[in-house]
């Protein structure tokens, strides 16, 4: 069995490129042409494997899908246009009007609010449950329960779920779990082994390369019986453990037009090959600077799963074998002091987004959470008081003097 980097590098086997490119080219069009009008028929029904639309499929896409499905060890993956777009079209697949998703309120702020502000309007329940503990998610799980929703490591709060317990509660109770694993991406948590279901990934951080581009992948690692979810028993019948991936072929990815970019694909797939290197860096960079302001007297709370300090270390290290992710957060005197640090900081930028090769830093209570209430910023566990740092890849001699000219300026501690 070869490594993941090799895998990453060289991807499965697939037909030579006429020209010997080791790259394969970008297909950055629209519409394919068939040879007989009897072709495009059974394209357009199924019957026959064939590009008719980009928007449906695109030959750059599915060869990135491909590499995606080979790293994964998955049954198949669908790539859109960000990962919001996968997370919506996986709900929209699995659920419908009167249904419930289990979940927690320990959710990043985009994700929490399509729930509370897209999909509940439709008809979508959601019921939130502290997912670290088995018998509170055995109790929320119902006939009406379409799936598990949890994030690997949540965003910002930092809290790791032990996720083969999630899965056994769920599937005892014939139900999917769902995973957004952004946070460590194949790379750190390999989904299936841990019996996840269907992982979502915003492809737009690790794997883009750097963000470079925005992306969204959904992969189904094969392992839940569709037949026994009342949406997608009849595609169950028709083409059995691959339901889920035709529904959202056919159906839910046709119509919604969340399609990725030819162009974003070639610049995903290229990403690939350097993100195990990438990933190290980072986690390592998170590591050393978690430990550094765990020790600096202005810093109250340092919130990272590789610490032993954190309450899911233990969970995290039973789950993560190569490292702990390169986001961490920690907490200052209150909101001032917090951006005071921003606005101190030379080197290490102020900007959304996690995973860019630059390090990065916000305050989530007043951008990505700055739509919701002081309440619902409390029962979502995102104080006025926290900072989030994003590593990248810089020297981390580098990163830390940076941080402590920054925490000098704030004065002595209080």
């Known amino acids: 069995m070869k490594g993941f980097s090799t895998k990453a590098v060289h991807g499965p086997a697939s037909a030579k490129d006429p020209h010997g490119t080791l790259r394969g080219p970008v297909y950055d069009n629209v519409a394919f042409e068939f040879d007989c009008a009897k072709d495009m028929q059974l394209s357009f029904e199924g019957r026959k494997l064939a590009h008719s639309y980009s928007r449906i499929s695109n030959p750059?896409?599915?060869?990135?899908?491909?590499?995606?499905?080979?790293?994964?060890?998955?049954?198949?993956?669908?790539?859109?246009?960000?990962?919001?777009?996968?997370?919506?079209?996986?709900?929209?697949?699995?659920?419908?009007?009167?249904?419930?998703?289990?979940?927690?309120?320990?959710?990043?702020?985009?994700?929490?609010?399509?729930?509370?502000?897209?999909?509940?309007?439709?008809?979508?329940?959601?019921v939130y449950v502290d997912l670290t503990d088995p018998k509170k998610l055995a109790a929320a799980i119902n006939e009406r329960t379409?799936?598990?929703?949890?994030?690997?490591?949540?965003?910002?709060?930092?809290?790791?779920?032990?996720?083969?317990?999630?899965?056994?509660?769920?599937?005892?109770?014939?139900?999917?779990?769902?995973?957004?694993?952004?946070?460590?991406?194949?790379?750190?948590?390999?989904?299936?082994?841990?019996?996840?279901?269907?992982?979502?990934?915003?492809?737009?951080?690790?794997?883009?390369?750097?963000?470079?581009?925005?992306?969204?992948?959904?992969?189904?690692?094969?392992?839940?019986?569709?037949?026994?979810?009342?949406?997608?028993?009849?595609?169950?019948?028709?083409?059995?453990?691959?339901?889920?991936?035709?529904?959202?072929?056919?159906?839910?990815?046709?119509?919604?037009?969340?399609?990725?970019?030819?162009?974003?694909?070639?610049?995903?797939?290229?990403?690939?090959?350097?993100?195990?290197?990438?990933v190290q860096k980072s986690c390592d960079n998170a590591l050393a600077l978690a430990r550094h302001l765990e020790k600096h007297p202005k810093v109250r709370a340092v919130n990272y799963p590789g610490l032993e300090s954190s309450p899911s270390h233990a969970t995290a290290k039973k789950q993560f074998s190569r490292g702990f992710g390169g986001v961490l957060t920690f907490q200052l005197a209150d909101k001032a002091e917090g951006f005071a640090f921003m606005d101190g900081l030379k080197l290490i930028r102020r900007a959304t987004n996690i995973h860019d090769n630059k390090t990065l830093v916000l305050h989530p209570a007043s951008t990505i959470f700055c739509e919701y209430s002081a309440a619902e910023k409390e029962k979502m566990g995102v104080p006025e008081s926290l900072v989030r740092l994003s590593a990248g890849i810089e020297d981390v001699d580098d990163l830390i003097e940076d941080m402590d000219s920054s925490l000098r300026a704030l004065g002595g501690p209080r």
Not at 67 to 74: G, K
Not at 77 to 93: E, P, R, T, W
Not at 218 to 225: A, E, M, S
């Open 60 to 126: 750059t896409v599915s060869e990135y899908e491909e590499r995606i499905r080979f790293l994964a060890d998955a049954a198949g993956v669908v790539a859109v246009s960000s990962g919001m777009a996968a997370i919506a079209n996986v709900f929209l697949a699995l659920a419908e009007s009167g249904a419930e998703i289990v979940t927690t309120r320990y959710l990043f702020g985009n994700t929490y609010s399509l729930i509370e502000n897209t999909l509940k309007p439709w008809g979508l329940k959601v």
């Open 146 to 278: 379409r799936a598990v929703f949890l994030e690997i490591i949540t965003n910002p709060q930092m809290q790791v779920a032990d996720v083969d317990a999630v899965a056994r509660v769920a599937h005892e109770r014939g139900v999917p779990v769902v995973l957004d694993g952004t946070m460590t991406t194949p790379c750190l948590f390999k989904s299936k082994d841990f019996g996840v279901d269907v992982e979502v990934i915003s492809s737009t951080k690790y794997i883009s390369g750097g963000a470079t581009s925005v992306g969204g992948l959904i992969i189904d690692n094969g392992l839940f019986p569709w037949a026994q979810r009342p949406n997608l028993k009849s595609w169950a019948e028709k083409y059995g453990p691959m339901a889920f991936l035709v529904r959202l072929r056919r159906e839910v990815y046709r119509n919604l037009g969340g399609c990725l970019s030819p162009h974003n694909a070639w610049l995903h797939t290229l990403g690939l090959e350097s993100l195990d290197l990438r």
